[in-house]
Nanobody
Framework: EVQLVESGGGLVQAGGSLRLSCAASGFTFDDYAIGWFRQAPGKGREAVSCIASYDHRTYYTDSVKGRFTISRDNAKNTLYLQMNSLKPEDTAVYYC???????????????????WGQGTQVTVSS
């Protein structure tokens, strides 16, 4: 059974940090590009960041560049998102997703992804 399980969300003050994790199982993690998406209340789901499978190329949406860092540990089948200097507008449910094709990179379309986690809530207070 394929599973992506996010953790690490919570409530933090503006300027604070959180580290999200996404534990994967049931598929060959190394072969997949992995992405983080988020969905704020009343808004659509947007691509935040993604990381390629083998060369670990990364992508960030403009609003998080310089503040968020994506990484993966293929030995642990885990994806991370280090979020620093958090802003109230970062408040959303954060999802991880896995894409087998991996191209063209970056993969920012939701429809490209094969597997999704259930999401973790991040709330940033002002």
């Amino acid at each position: 059974e394929v599973q992506l399980v996010e953790s690490g969300g919570g409530l933090v003050q503006a300027g604070g940090s959180l580290r999200l994790s996404c534990a994967a199982s049931g598929f060959t993690f190394d072969d997949y590009a992995i992405g983080w998406f988020r969905q704020a209340p009343g808004k659509g789901r947007e691509a935040v960041s993604c990381i390629a499978s083998y060369d670990h190329r990364t992508y960030y949406t403009d609003s998080v560049k310089g503040r968020f860092t994506i990484s993966r540990d293929n030995a642990k089948n885990t994806l991370y998102l280090q979020m620093n200097s958090l802003k109230p507008e970062d408040t959303a449910v954060y999802y991880c997703a896995a894409d087998r094709r991996g191209t063209p990179f970056p993969i920012t379309s939701m429809t490209s992804y094969d597997y999704w986690g259930q999401g973790t809530q991040v709330t940033v207070s002002s």
